[in-house]
């Protein structure tokens, strides 16, 4: 079945970096589009990037734009977010998602998330 | 620019029916949309895609309970029979060149 597990999150101070990881397996990773979309504590689904099948192409939500970097390993099944210049508003759970095969469409798999604290 | 708006909250009786809205910003009609249910404390989960004539396509497991239906810009989610488990945080997700979510609907099961 699918899974998607990621890891990485932790607590970090203002202006730092995280590397996030997601793990997929139950699928052909590299067939899909995948995001990453996080969760402020007590706030609602807020997008953050995608990236296309092959990482050819790569887009972010304006929160994200300059400070966060999507990436995959598709030998190694694995999507990631780097996370640099690091605010206390990206305080949240992120979660990997899995796409479409043609487009960055509907999500239908999503992993169980990770817990990103940003505090001095 | 591409919006989806949901109404904050719902309640509905044991047992009963209840519809939740999703609706699509002007000159968008005709987008399909996603829906997801968060239960309290848990992650997220795909229910269904709804496409503009009302189709849908459901994810793994997904009871029949759950049905979609779309009327012009509005995407329609009906719980049936509700149970206590279906009280959760409902949200709508759609796309284009970026991927939007609604601020979701929060379910109260009475």
């Known amino acids: 079945q699918v899974q998607l597990v990621e890891s990485g999150g932790g607590l970090v101070k203002p202006g730092g970096s995280l590397r996030l990881s997601c793990a997929a397996s139950g699928f052909t990773f590299s067939d899909f589009y995948m995001s990453w979309v996080r969760q402020a504590p007590g706030k609602g689904l807020e997008w953050v990037s995608y990236?296309?099948?092959?990482?050819?192409?790569?887009y972010y939500a304006d929160s994200a734009k300059g400070r966060f970097t999507i990436s995959r390993d598709n030998a190694k099944n694995s999507l990631y977010l780097q996370l640099d210049s690091l605010r206390t508003e990206d305080t949240a759970v992120y979660y990997c998602a899995r796409q479409t095969q043609t487009r960055a469409a509907e999500i239908d798999y999503w992993g169980q998330g990770t817990l990103v604290t940003v505090s001095s | 620019q591409l919006v989806v708006t949901q109404s904050p909250s719902a309640s509905a009786s044991l047992g009963a029916s209840v519809k939740l809205t999703c609706t699509l910003s002007s000159g968008h009609s005709n987008y399909a949309i996603a829906w997801h249910q968060q239960q309290p404390e848990k992650g997220p989960r795909f229910l269904m895609k709804?496409?503009?004539?009302?189709?849908?396509t459901k994810g793994d497991g997904i009871p029949d309970r759950f049905s979609g239906s779309s009327s012009g810009a509005e995407r329609y989610l009906t719980i049936s029979s509700l149970q206590s488990e279906d009280e959760a945080d409902y949200y709508c997700q759609t796309w284009g060149t970026d991927v939007v979510f609604g601020g979701g609907t929060k379910l109260t099961v009475l």
């Open positions: 709804l496409n503009s004539d009302g189709s849908h």
């Open positions: 990236i296309s099948r092959d990482g050819s192409t790569v």
